[in-house]
């Protein structure tokens, strides 16, 4: 016994285990650790040097000077970004409703119905989400085609409404059903496989109890599922305020100066695709840079509310 | 679980009926653009629901006889296009499904510094809109030499695939029995072998969910090859179908349906194949 | 292969799972690591199989410390309460994958020994099914066969047997511990059944709150329980405990509390007995005798008949007290009885620390 008291561990091997647990966590995490540093972080600090040059196509790679915060006071002095910022919101905020409220209300029709039939709806409702955007916007741009092709001309002509083209006269109704559908979908996805993961004797014993499906939905369901919507809250919004892909294959942010252009499609229109042919590279990048803070302040609040730390659990291996 | 609510016995008949009607008649608009996306694409012209002229597959001729539409004249072949397509979908897919196999189980199987803060870090990058990068992209890729090149863009769109499929990836690893994993150790594997040997296998149905995501996702990625790759014969189908939609003068709505069929094709085939792996790949999400 | 824990302790952030825990296993003894859940017994497994790194403290392989060892460098083959066989791999390959990954062993080395480990274990005719179609005595004995294969110097057992029901855990007790002497190896298993351990063990190290209670034999640990934990989780329905006053009366003493005077046969040790002390008695070492004999008098609670004895609560006062009683005995609920003790299977500890005073 008193033998084995005195043999010690070696140092160095003791120093050993500790590089060898670094070493393989950094085997598994390299190729991602590298694709996210040159794909996101570096284009992140980029993005926020960038916008204090002048850098755009007149000026090159090469000629580009310091100029300060002056793209950010161009940026505030402009008489659009009040507008800009106005389209932003609304936008956000009746597409963010249209996603929770429609998700929430597919999910909870489409379990409530057969189980063939709900998930034939269900399937429908991916559709959008799998199809390509180009693809979904070309159909809703024919449905708010001018007149003899738009689909919505038809449908109005019964309540009496003149024919028209909706994407010149009503075009944020199209932008808002073009992202709420898409929407839609995936907040119907996450509440739909919350919803199923309530311990069926909850609804027996409701049922047992008296109360009927729409006592069940708002006594039991909503309650149980508060996290997941709120999650589907969050997310959308962030997603939502970096969207853009759709307005640009539909209005492209008309009719007109910037009658449906949001913060996004505009950072993209000023640096990638202007009609003055002079992408002003430096200016877009000051508005992407308050897009990624705004973008930065909605994870952090995510993060918060999740309390995030809780929901790591540490590994049950100690040792590699 | 899928009946939430069963019907009570003797309940009308009606009210039952009521949850379908509103299901339906919302969504009656989805259907109704896929519905014209198919028949419009076999007709000459369709104003509104109806068709004009007879049942056609002129509108396809840009299959056999490209050079005959004059929308697709000054345009790269459609075959190659095809074909960038696949490449760019199935290399992202696969490098992606690779990739964030590897750095999920990172994250939920190893103890490793700074691993709860990269976590974090992970669900962050998810939250950079890609609009505000695309600018400081097209700088990185200059330098890089892989501007206007189809290799750049697949190591854009696999890393944007990153924050996701490490997310995904981790959840299904995380379902994999600790005692599995200990089991492997004590039989003398390495991690890097109970990875490849033991973890992977359990967890193929998140495999194959996120491969076919990440293959739709690459398949259906329009912004990345529009800006990236502006010229030559390295563009994609997206980028054709917003060409001709962009073109806005004329809108040859039978040629634009047929093309596009053609594009969504392969995806819806994929969706019906692999509808409930898709559905499932959500559930390991979102948890508490 | 002897194994050796010195000092071992463990904690998790502030709570502390194992504490200094010495602990001795002989070369080719059975120990068991026994105790309720949150104990530490599975943790000090876990650290003994490479998997939990130590906060302090030592382990021990023959002369060899270990603790800074993988655990695949560490000669231990191990069973886990799930049996965590891998479901993609058949019986063979499961059995087979030990050796997969040592260089050293040919193809028709392994093949020879899979099929031996499996001939061991009795599961030779089920080497190509995949173990989800296996019941759970066969994985068991799978899980068994992995351990084995490579011929490992300790084999560890997280409870092996919870898994199984009451039939097959009966059966797979005995064949354990044949398999165990019969290969001659070093083992250590864990389980919160005291029946299990004392069955199957060579000797039991008794744990509660990651601190050891007691390390003995089971026939030790029954006969003379150090503490009034050991006493309480050893046996089977458990002892029965009592307050009593303790007062000195011809030399010896008497132990009283309501409705029961028992003289002690030896006072407790030490120059002066405590004033107040907690007896306990095991149901088999009390007697339902005719109402005022015996030591004690009550009336009875319920009758339990088992078969082979019957199980009577016998309400004394304030307490009850649990008696075995042959199969013959008939009384009625609340029928007047006399209890006698047997004398030398009285136990005193402390009422205050429940340390054994005799």
């Known amino acids: 016994m008193a033998r084995t008291e005195a043999i010690a561990l070696p140092r160095e091997r003791q120093g050993a285990a500790w590089w060898r647990t670094n070493a393989t966590a950094l085997l598994f995490m390299g190729p991602a650790m590298v ?97 390509p955007s180009v693809v979904y916007a070309l159909m809703w741009t024919w449905a708010a085609a001018s007149p003899p092709f738009g689909m919505l001309n038809y449908i109005v002509a019964p309540f009496g409404l003149e024919p028209r083209f909706w994407l010149q006269s009503d075009p944020w109704l199209i932008v808002i059903l073009i992202n709420g559908f898409v929407g839609a979908s ?41 996290w997941p919507i709120l999650f589907v809250l969050v997310y959308q919004t962030m997603s939502l305020f970096a969207s853009y892909e759709y307005i640009l294959l539909t209005t492209n942010g008309g009719p007109g100066l910037y009658g449906t252009e949001t913060w996004s499609v505009w950072a993209f229109h000023t640096a990638l695709a202007n009609y003055y042919g002079n992408l002003d590279f430096a200016y877009g990048a000051a508005m992407s840079a308050i897009l990624v803070l705004l973008g930065l302040g909605i994870s952090i609040v995510l993060l918060r509310v999740f309390r995030f730390g809780q929901l790591v659990a540490e590994p049950r291996v100690e040792v590699d | 679980m899928a009946t939430v609510v069963e019907r009570p016995p003797g309940s009308g008949r009606w009210p039952s009926l009521v949850p379908y009607v509103v299901l339906a008649v919302g969504t009656l608009p989805i259907a109704v653009l ?28 840009f299959l056999w006889d490209p050079l005959s539409v004059p929308e697709l004249r000054n345009r790269p072949p459609i075959i190659p296009l095809t074909i960038n397509t696949f490449i760019f979908a199935t290399v992202t897919s696969l490098v992606g499904v690779l990739i964030s196999s590897m750095a999920g189980y990172a994250f939920s199987r190893l103890r490793f510094k700074g691993r709860r803060m990269m976590l974090g870090g992970v669900l962050l990058l998810h939250s950079f809109p890609s609009v505000t990068l695309l600018i400081a992209l097209f700088v990185v890729l200059r330098t890089l030499g892989l501007y206007d090149k189809l290799a750049g863009v697949i190591l854009v769109q696999t890393a944007f695939a990153l924050p ?62 529009f800006v990236f790759m502006p010229s030559g014969s390295q563009q994609t189908l997206s980028t054709l179908v917003r060409g001709i939609l962009g073109e806005g003068r004329f809108v040859d709505y039978g040629l634009l349906t047929a093309v596009g069929l053609y594009y969504i094709a392969p995806v819806l085939a994929l969706f019906v194949f692999a509808q409930d792996q898709l559905m499932r790949i959500y559930a390991g999400g979102v948890k508490g | 292969m002897r194994v050796a824990l010195r000092g071992l302790t463990k904690k998790f952030g ?68 799930s049996y965590a066989l891998y479901p993609h791999m058949t019986v063979a390959e499961n059995i087979g994958f030990p050796l997969e990954l040592r260089r050293s062993v040919s193809n028709e080395e392994r093949e020879r020994r899979v099929r031996e480990a499996a001939a061991l274990v009795q599961v030779d005719a089920l080497l190509d099914r995949r173990p989800a179609q296996l019941s759970g005595g066969q994985q068991q004995r799978v899980a068994l066969a992995r351990a084995l294969v490579k011929r ?23 064949e354990i511990k044949r398999l165990q002497k019969e290969v001659g190896i070093t083992a250590i298993f864990v389980t ?116 082979r004895e019957q199980i009577v609560d016998v309400q004394v006062g304030e307490r009850r007290l649990r008696v075995i009683a042959p199969p013959g005995f008939v009384a009625k609920i609340g029928e007047r009885v006399g209890l006698r003790f047997a004398p030398e299977q009285l136990h005193l500890f402390d009422p205050a620390s429940g340390a054994r005073l005799a």
């Open chain 1, 35 to 131: 694709l996210v540093l040159v794909f996101f972080l570096a284009p992140v600090v980029i993005t926020f040097v960038m916008s204090f040059t002048d850098l755009a196509t007149s000026t090159g790679l090469s000629n580009w000077q310091w100029i300060g915060s002056a793209n950010y006071e161009r940026m505030f002095r402009s008489q659009f970004w009040f507008t800009i910022l106005g389209n932003t919101l609304v936008y956000v905020a009746i597409v963010l409703a249209f996603n929770v409220v429609v998700g929430l209300g597919v999910a909870l029709l489409s379990l409530h119905v057969e189980p063939k039939a709900g998930g034939v709806f269900r399937a429908l409702w991916l559709l959008p989400r799998i199809s």
């Open chain 1, 186 to 226: 995936f907040g119907m996805l996450i509440l739909t496989s919350a919803i199923k993961a309530i311990p069926e004797d909850l609804f027996r014993a409701a049922r047992v109890d008296g109360a009927n499906a729409l006592q069940i939905v708002r006594r039991i369901t909503l309650p149980l599922v508060k």
């Open chain 2, 34 to 61: 896929y519905a014209w996306l198919l028949y419009s694409s076999f007709f000459l012209r369709v104003e509104g629901f109806t068709p004009i002229g007879p049942f056609t597959l002129e509108n396809w001729r």
């Open chain 2, 164 to 225: 996701f499929g490490i997310w995904i990836m981790k959840g299904f690893f995380d379902n994999v029995p600790w005692d599995l994993e200990m089991s492997a150790l004590v039989d003398g594997a390495g991690r890097l072998r109970t990875w490849w040997r033991i973890m992977l296998p359990l967890v193929k149905p998140g495999l194959l969910a996120l491969t076919v995501l990440l293959f739709v996702e690459g398949w259906n990625q329009f912004l990345l090859p």
């Open chain 3, 14 to 81: 502030e709570v502390v799972g194992v504490h200094e825990l010495d602990l001795e296993i002989r070369s080719g003894e059975f120990v068991a690591l026994l105790g309720p859940s949150g104990c530490g017994k599975t943790t000090t497994l876990l650290m003994v199989a490479g998997i939990y790194r130590p906060t302090s403290g030592q382990i021990f392989f023959g002369d060899r410390r270990i603790d800074h060892l993988l655990p695949k460098e560490r000669g231990i083959g191990m069973v886990f309460q």
């Open chain 3, 152 to 174: 490992p110097d300790i084999l560890l057992l997280d409870e092996p047997l919870s898994n199984l029901d009451a039939r097959l855990r009966h059966e797979m007790r005995g």
């Open chain 3, 192 to 307: 919160h059944d005291q029946l299990e351990a004392l069955t199957m063990a060579d000797r039991v190290a008794l744990m509660r709150d990651g601190v050891l209670q007691a390390y003995a034999t089971p026939t030790e640990l029954y006969a003379r329980p150090v503490n009034q934990f050991v006493a309480e989780f050893i046996g089977t329905p458990p002892m029965n405990f009592f307050a009593a006053d303790l007062a000195p009366r011809n030399g010896s003493l008497v132990a009283r509390t309501e409705g029961i005077e028992l003289a002690l046969p030896a006072g407790p040790r030490g120059a002066k007995a405590p004033p107040t002390a907690t007896v306990g008695i095991r149901p088999e070492h009390l007697a339902i005798v005719a109402p005022g004999q015996g030591e004690a008098s009550g009336e009875v609670y319920v009758v339990e008949p088992m078969g």
